[in-house]
């Protein structure tokens, strides 16, 4: 079976750790740190909500998808992987989300 383009994606991201900043926006953003990527996550996940609440489809496709690459960005800064989340989400399936909110504040 392919990978799906999102591991792909995420594979490309962690073989630019390390690498020259001049040429790659990803090392840019490693070599400023993860406040940095952090920043930029939050920056992206404002501007897919202005997209949504705009009802533009294009737009909001755009800023999904940087949301996306800056979220993958910062999990791979973390050492976390699609991996991680894909388990996550898979040990959540079945529960209620109510109670799965719940059972975080304990």
């Given at each position: 079976?392919?990978?799906?383009?999102l591991t792909t994606?995420?594979?490309?991201?962690?073989?630019?750790?390390?690498?020259?900043?001049?040429?790659?926006?990803?090392?840019?953003?490693?070599?400023?740190?993860?406040?940095?990527?952090?920043?930029?996550?939050?920056?992206?996940?404002?501007?897919?909500?202005?997209?949504?609440?705009?009802?533009?489809?294009?737009?909001?496709?755009?800023?999904?998808?940087?949301?996306?690459?800056?979220?993958?960005?910062?999990?791979?800064?973390?050492?976390?992987?699609?991996?991680?989340?894909?388990?996550?989400?898979?040990?959540?399936?079945?529960?209620?989300?109510?109670?799965?909110?719940?059972?975080?504040?304990?």
């Amino acid at each position: 079976m392919a990978e799906d383009f999102l591991t792909t994606l995420e594979s490309v991201i962690r073989s630019r750790q390390g690498a020259d900043p001049a040429t790659s926006y990803t090392a840019r953003l490693f070599a400023a740190g993860r406040a940095k990527i952090a920043q930029k996550l939050g920056e992206e996940a404002v501007e897919t909500v202005i997209a949504s609440l705009a009802s533009d489809r294009a737009a909001l496709i755009g800023e999904a998808t940087d949301l996306m690459f800056h979220l993958l960005v910062l999990l791979a800064d973390a050492g976390l992987s699609l991996d991680d989340i894909r388990a996550e989400m898979r040990r959540r399936e079945g529960v209620s989300g109510i109670d799965e909110k719940a059972a975080r504040k304990e």
